[in-house]
């Protein structure tokens, strides 16, 4: 499975946009990239994932590189609850398990 | 509200005790998982089951026995822990183990505390 690297922490300011990257130079053609967040002692929480194009739902955007070896999650208007930890994960071939690494810790700040 | 549900949310029982950690989900989906995260660490994948088999166990010790009686249900089987088996445990569905529809949902976890 192709190794995702993420900034340990991350500030920003409410009603900002929050750009959280994400590196994962080895991911491989079929392989999918996803993001989570988890909430203080919560279950972590779908946010969005893609594989070539990029993304957008009702929660964030998902912006990934033509090459692929590099994504961004953008939170566009962020607020005190996405204060979280925000996983980037690749998944295997075809999509298999979940490896959860460290993430990025977000702290909005008001 | 993501469609799984936990019980019981919390825990507290001594190294000889028996207990059960069960899981619900309510999507109609084929996948199930275990994992454990201990205070301060990434999530650890424990067990994986589709369509109720077993297809993968990453290492754990028998002391945990899992149990799948259909897709809407996994169960996770404690006896004889030690306190570093403290952790919140979290069980997670998705359609498909594998492929373009494998996107997890994840419950709300139960917070294990071994004394």
């Known amino acids: 499975d192709a190794k995702t690297t993420q900034p340990t922490s991350m500030d920003c300011a409410e009603g900002r946009a929050a750009n959280l990257p994400c590196n994962h130079s080895t991911i491989s053609g079929n392989e999918y990239v996803y993001w989570y967040r988890q909430i203080h002692s919560q279950g972590p929480q779908y946010i969005i994932h893609g594989l070539k194009n990029n993304e957008t739902n009702e929660m964030a955007s998902l912006i990934i590189t033509e090459d692929r070896k590099s994504s961004t999650l953008i939170l566009p208007h962020a607020t005190l609850r996405d204060t979280a930890v925000y996983y980037c994960?690749?998944?295997?071939?075809?999509?298999?398990?979940?490896?959860f690494g460290p993430g990025t810790r977000l702290s909005v700040l008001p | 509200e993501t469609g799984v549900t936990q019980t019981p949310r919390h825990l507290v029982m001594g190294m000889t005790n028996k207990k059960s950690l069960k899981c619900e989900q309510h999507?109609?989906?084929?996948?199930m998982y275990w994992y454990k995260q201990s205070a301060k660490k990434p999530l650890e994948l424990m067990f994986v089951?589709?369509?109720?088999?077993?297809?993968e166990n990453n290492s754990v010790p028998s002391r945990f026995s899992p149990e799948c009686p259909n897709s809407s249900h996994l169960f996770l089987h404690l006896h004889t822990l030690q306190p570093e088996d403290s952790a919140l445990y979290l069980c997670?569905?998705?359609?498909?183990?594998?492929?373009?529809?494998?996107?997890?949902?994840f419950g709300p976890g139960t917070r294990l505390l071994v004394l």
């Open positions: 999507l109609g989906h084929n996948a």
């Open positions: 997670a569905s998705s359609q498909e183990s594998a492929g373009p529809r494998s996107t997890q949902y």
């Open positions: 089951y589709n369509f109720k088999e077993q297809t």
């Open positions: 994960i690749v998944t295997g071939n075809y999509g298999q398990n979940f490896v």
